[in-house]
């Protein structure tokens, strides 16, 4: 009788940290590349200006829900503000953490501001709502 070993490796999959290399947008012109933090900054730029369920190239996981805060009450916009800040940004894999919100009402405006902490270090993002 021939004996039936069973050996069994176990392979653990190497994590691959995919690059933040993209191109780099000016204010009139896709110039060349960018990378790391200057990427990132770019990309949350991107995400808080585009308006969540507009455009069908994007998924209806990208972009954020304003055009429907207008009219509402200042305290309620940024408490939502606050909530779909967070919600949109954290789907980044580069990004940990949002907060340390602030607001400034100004008339129909409303500028918040916001730490991101993410993989390469700390911003200070500001975006205006009108109201």
Known sequence: MIPRASIEIEIAPEEVIETSRTYKLSSDKVQGYTD???????????????????????????????????????????????????????????????DNFQFEVNGDEIKCTFDVHSIYGKLTISQVVNV
């Open 36 to 98: 790391g933090l200057e990427a990132l900054k770019q990309a949350i730029y991107k995400v808080l200006n585009t308006e969540r369920y507009e455009y069908p190239i994007y998924s209806f996981n990208y972009g954020i829900e304003l055009e429907n805060l207008l009219g509402k009450d200042p305290v309620y916009v940024q408490i939502e503000l606050k909530r779909r800040i967070r919600e949109c940004l954290l789907r980044d894999d580069r990004i940990t953490e949002v």
